[in-house]
C-alpha cells in the first residue's frame, strides 16, 4: 500500500518488553560508514531505554576487511550485530545451506537492515522462518507494488534498467522486473553496467542511458544498488539530459539527486523497523524465530524541478499522496 504515513509491521508501538541487559553491546557491520539507518536504529533503541555500546566496524564498500571483523566478533561475542547490506551480510554471515565456522558469524544474532532480498541472495531459508539466529528487515517495496506506482505516475510499454553484476541485491531485483515483463505485457531492457579491472565504470553510465531512450525506453528504473546510489548525480543527470523518467527503489536518487520518482522505504525509518527487531532479540527472543519484514506503507516521492524539466508531470490523484521533494 502506498502512502505517506509511516506504520511499522509487527507492533512497533507495542508495550515495552523486559530489558535483557542494562548495556548491550552491538556490534554495528557497515558498508558504507554510518547513516540515516544507523541513526534510525540507534534512536530507537535509545527511545525504549537501551543505552548500549556500538562497536562500529566500516568495511568501506569492498568485502575484503569483513574477515578480520568477523574474526574480532567471534572473539567479543557482543550480544548483537546490525549487519548493513547485502553484501556485508553474505561476507560476514554466508549462505544459510552453506554453514563454516571457520569464516562466518557464530553464536551471536544478527539483525538485517538495508537487504533488499535476504530469501534471493541465500541469506536464510525465508521469510517467516529465516532457520538461524538472523532476524531484519527489508528496505525496498515489493517490486509488483513498485510497477503499479510507475504505471499510475504514467503507463509505459518499455521499460530500461541498469545494474551493478558484482551486486546480488541490485540484480535479484532485475531479475524480480523480469519476471514481471511478460506477465504484464511490457519490454524490459536491461544491461550490467560494464566492468573493468572488475569494477563497474561510471564513465560506462551516460552511455547506457542515452542508448536506452533512442531504443525507447519510456522509464529508468534505478534498482537497490550502492555502486549506482555512489553515482546518482551521474546517473540522474545523464537521465535527465536524455529525457527520460527515472524512477527509483530507494530514497536518495530523489531526495538527494535529480530522479524523478521513487516508491521508498525511508532509510530512518528501516532503521527504526531494525531496532524493533533487535528489542526482541535483547529481550530474550531467538532471532531465527523472529520473521524478516518490510514497512506495510511506503513514501512516493516526486521531484517537482526534475518533472518540470522533463515536462513529465504527475496526475492530480497521484499528488494526493504523494511526497514532492
Not at 556500538?54 to 557482543?78: C, K, S
Not at 558484482?166 to 523480469?178: C, D, I, P
Not at 536491461?190 to 551516460?206: E, F, H, K, S, T
Not at 552511455?207 to 540522474?236: C, H, S
Request: one cysteine or more.
Amino acid at each position: 500500500m502506498i502512502g505517506r504515513r509511516l506504520v511499522l509491521a509487527g507492533g512497533l508501538c507495542a508495550p515495552a518488553i523486559a530489558r535483557a541487559a542494562a548495556r548491550p553491546r552491538i556490534a554495528m557491520l557497515l558498508w558504507r560508514g554510518w547513516e540515516e539507518a544507523c541513526d534510525g536504529f540507534r534512536d530507537y533503541l535509545h527511545g525504549r531505554g537501551i543505552e548500549a555500546e556500538y562497536i562500529v566496524r566500516d568495511a568501506g564498500q569492498t568485502t575484503a576487511p569483513i574477515a578480520g571483523y568477523v574474526a574480532e566478533l567471534n572473539r567479543m561475542r557482543p550480544d548483537l550485530a546490525f549487519v548493513w547490506g547485502g553484501s556485508t551480510a553474505l561476507a560476514a554471515l554466508g549462505r544459510h545451506d552453506a554453514p563454516d565456522p571457520g569464516r562466518f558469524l557464530q553464536g551471536v544474532p544478527a539483525v538485517l537492515a538495508i537487504v533488499s532480498d535476504p530469501v534471493g541472495a541465500g541469506l536464510v531459508a525465508s521469510l517467516d522462518a529465516p532457520g538461524r539466529p538472523v532476524t531484519g528487515t527489508i528496505y525496498v517495496a515489493p517490486i509488483e507494488v513498485q510497477l503499479r506506482a510507475i504505471q499510475a505516475y504514467r503507463p509505459f510499454r518499455r521499460i530500461a534498467t541498469l545494474f551493478n553484476p558484482l551486486e546480488a541485491s541490485s540484480g535479484a531485483a532485475v531479475q524480480a522486473l523480469a519476471g514481471l515483463a511478460g506477465r504484464e505485457g511490457f519490454v524490459l531492457d536491461g544491461r550490467p553496467v560494464p566492468l573493468v579491472d572488475g569494477q563497474p565504470q561510471a564513465a560506462a553510465l551516460y552511455a547506457m542511458v542515452r542508448d536506452f531512450k533512442a531504443a525507447g525506453a519510456e522509464w529508468l528504473y534505478i534498482p537497490p544498488d550502492t555502486f549506482l546510489n555512489d553515482q546518482r548525480n551521474v546517473l540522474t543527470a545523464a537521465a535527465l539530459e536524455q529525457g527520460l523518467p527515472a524512477f527509483s527503489a530507494t530514497e536518495r536518487f530523489v531526495t538527494y539527486s535529480s530522479g524523478l520518482a521513487g516508491l521508498v522505504c525511508r532509510y530512518y525509518n528501516i532503521g527504526q523497523f531494525a531496532g524493533f527487531k533487535a528489542e526482541q532479540v535483547l529481550a530474550g527472543t531467538p532471532a531465527g524465530s523472529i520473521p524478516i519484514q518490510t514497512l506495510t506503507r511506503f513514501s512516493l516521492l516526486v521531484r517537482m524541478s526534475t518533472a518540470q524539466r522533463l515536462d513529465f508531470y504527475p496526475p492530480l490523484s497521484l499528488l494526493r499522496y504523494a511526497e514532492a521533494v
